[in-house]
């Protein structure tokens, strides 16, 4: 799965991007928020709300299934498991531990979406995210 | 100079189903797609929709309640059709189900709106249409009014100069629904099953303004998505058989002779015989004699255990090309796939000559619920055939019955041009074979019953059995000296 291990690589780096030089937890939780709102605002048009919702626990829930440590933060985003609900525990942790959960949480949903409708479909769904800067019109389709 | 409107006609895609709406979809139809679960409609929307979005002719795909748009794009994107490429680009999904949920037509209707202002689409596609309407009848919207919301929804588009779709699970085409008036167009999908097979028919039960081709035809979904088998084209300026007739070889010595010159080109020849008789001997000789005068041809085999592979000189043409084999072994088959596949093929190799072998084993080949119609069914196969030009020749299997002579068993012997039988015969205790022509159409032909014998040079014809008579009930009896006048 090369091409997955590529995209989480592009993930962390996004999430890196938008945290940008200042690493308090502040910064960080509303850098992952962030990225969860721009995929939701993807998906929702497309999945609806309940689908983008649904998508979320799960990638919660195999976040923390497969990371132990961060079986503590989950059941505590399980009492509100959308976006407000996880910034609020987020703010609670160090910050190592709070980025650790964005990446593994945001390439988690990534990779459910993958299993789901596709490398190829996701990353056309997705790409606007993790590539703000190139989302104006590529140049091939200005033509006529 | 016509002032008259010019519709335009999409071309949708999806083989066969342009010819079946009579030359295409009309543009800013409003259209429905109808049929119970399973039987292919959100299959056949997205397979028109990939064909015809463009970025400059976009469509709007809105998923209502029911299928949920994970679980359609993760298996729509099996087709070969489906390109992620598209999506975002020339195709949009727009997910409808929490204003569908609230059970408000009128902001159905608005979100609707919105959309298609916003992206002014081409293409209008609404998944499940039966879900919108059953989110309708809800005490909440007393005054929701789904005639009114239908014809808004048609005189919008319409205006928006959009092809509208909407897909919908109906049962019974009998019910009163505002739908089926406002419609342009019905495309009916079903599932007809007869004991053990189920066989995919579809119906344009409604498509204003042009001439479709009524009745039911059949469709197969692949993984290159649907395939409608529509009835070959009955073309009109059919060529007039060319005075003289030419006539082509059969590749048995003598049997040219005995059918008056060889088989007039553009008939269509039945070999009848029993079991064992050289059908296939002939069938594969016919064959290898178009070969070997330049002339290509395909064979259609409908056995369990197809013979081709016994047959050396028929193995060696297939390999080489000169002759297609149509060898369909998928269940269920309809006349109209069958006549598709012979026709593509016989195009493709401008082929002259067909063979099918045998009658007996296209019937068993056919779904059950076409086998009531056999003769319908092979009727139409041969005409379609020799109106394409091609002279062919048949099989069939003929139980021995030595107290009737028949030529198939189908009642089905007047259809073709020409018709040699082959039978068994029991002199001084061997099994002998004896054949004969008996008819050839608008032709002079040979009247005697040869006997024959297979080597492995195929055929060969001898003489007649002078000295027997009764040859035709498989006793037949020395003539005694005396009844010679000689």
Same mark, same amino acid.
């Given at each position: 799965m090369s091409t997955l291990s590529e995209e989480s690589r592009q993930i962390v780096a996004s999430l890196a991007h938008r945290v940008g030089p200042s690493v308090d937890i502040a910064g960080i939780a509303e850098a992952i928020t962030s990225i969860l709102q721009d995929m939701d605002a993807a998906l929702t048009p497309i999945i609806g709300q309940q689908g983008c919702v649904a998508l979320l626990r799960r990638s919660l829930h195999l976040s923390a299934s497969a990371h132990a440590r961060l079986a503590g933060m989950h059941d505590r985003v399980q009492a509100t498991p959308d976006r407000s609900g996880l910034k609020a525990v987020l703010l609670e942790q160090t910050e190592a531990d709070a980025l650790f959960f964005g990446e593994v949480l945001l390439t988690t949903f990534y990779t459910l979406l993958t299993t789901l409708i596709g490398p190829s479909l996701t990353a056309r769904l997705l790409r606007d995210v993790w590539e703000p800067s190139l989302s104006d019109t590529p140049s091939q389709e200005n033509s006529p | 100079m016509s002032t008259k409107v010019t519709i335009n006609r999409l071309a949708t895609g999806v083989p066969g189903l342009d010819e079946v709406l009579g030359g295409g979809l009309p543009e800013f139809s409003f259209n429905l797609i109808a049929g119970p679960p399973g039987c292919g409609k959100t299959t056949l929307a997205h397979q028109m929709m990939f064909a015809l979005a463009t970025p400059e002719r976009p469509a709007l795909f809105f998923t209502v309640l029911g299928e949920p748009p994970l679980k359609m794009l993760r298996y729509q994107q099996q087709f070969d059709f489906f390109d992620s490429d598209a999506i975002n680009q020339s195709i949009r999904y727009i997910n409808l189900a929490d204003d569908t949920l609230a059970g408000d037509?009128?902001?159905?209707?608005?979100?609707?709106v919105s959309e298609v202002e916003a992206h002014a689409p081409s293409l209008v596609f609404v998944d499940s249409f039966r879900s919108v309407v059953l989110a309708s009848q809800t005490q909440h919207y007393p005054n929701n009014n789904l005639p009114q919301f239908v014809q808004q929804l048609g005189m919008l588009m319409t205006t928006w100069q959009a092809t509208t779709f909407l897909i919908g699970e109906y049962f019974t085409e009998t019910d009163t629904n505002p739908i089926f008036t406002v419609a342009d167009g019905l495309i009916w999908l079903r599932q007809s099953v007869e004991r053990n097979s189920m066989v995919r028919k579809m119906e344009i039960m409604k498509m204003r303004g042009q001439p479709t081709l009524p009745g039911l035809h059949t469709f197969?979904?692949?993984?290159?998505?649907?395939?409608?088998?529509?009835?070959?084209?009955?073309?009109?300026?059919?060529?007039?058989? =060319?005075? !003289?007739?030419?006539?082509?070889?059969?590749?048995?010595?003598?049997?040219?002779?005995?059918?008056?010159?060889?088989? !007039?080109?553009?008939?269509?020849?039945?070999?009848?015989?029993? =079991?064992? =008789?050289?059908?296939?001997?002939?069938?594969? +000789?016919?064959?290898?004699?178009?070969?070997?005068?330049?002339?290509?041809?395909?064979?259609?085999?409908?056995?369990?255990?197809?013979?081709? =592979?016994?047959?050396? +000189?028929?193995? *060696?043409?297939?390999?080489?090309?000169?002759?297609?084999?149509? *060898?369909?072994?998928?269940?269920?088959?309809?006349i109209d796939e069958i006549v598709q596949l012979l026709l593509s093929e016989i195009s493709r190799l401008n082929a002259t000559r067909v063979v099918i072998d045998s009658l007996s084993g296209f019937e068993l080949a056919l779904a059950p619920t076409f086998r009531a119609d056999f003769r319908e069914s092979l009727s139409r196969m041969v005409t379609a055939l020799t109106r394409a030009g091609v002279s062919v020749l048949m099989t069939s299997e003929l139980e021995d019955r030595y107290t009737d002579l028949r030529f198939s068993p189908y009642g089905t012997a007047f259809l073709t041009d020409a018709i040699i039988v082959q039978r068994y015969i029991e002199v001084r205790s061997r099994l002998l074979r004896i054949m004969a022509v008996v008819k050839v159409r608008a032709s002079a032909h040979c009247d005697e019953l040869r006997q024959y014998h297979i080597n492995d040079d195929g055929l060969q014809i001898g003489e007649m059995l002078a000295d027997q008579e009764g040859l035709l009930g498989g006793r037949p009896t020395t003539q005694r000296t005396g009844d010679h006048n000689d």
């Open positions: - | 037509l009128d902001e159905v209707l608005r979100r609707i197969r979904i692949a993984s290159s998505g649907i395939r409608v088998f529509a009835p070959a084209p009955l073309n009109p300026d059919e060529t007039p058989r =060319s005075l !003289p007739m030419q006539r082509l070889k059969m590749g048995v010595p003598r049997l040219d002779e005995m059918l008056g010159g060889g088989l !007039p080109r553009g008939y269509s020849l039945l070999v009848a015989g029993p =079991s064992g =008789s050289g059908k296939s001997i002939l069938a594969a +000789t016919f064959l290898a004699e178009g070969a070997r005068n330049g002339e290509a041809g395909v064979i259609a085999v409908f056995e369990q255990r197809p013979n081709h =592979s016994q047959n050396a +000189t028929l193995a *060696d043409l297939i390999r080489s090309g000169q002759v297609s084999l149509v *060898d369909s072994r998928a269940p269920d088959l309809s």
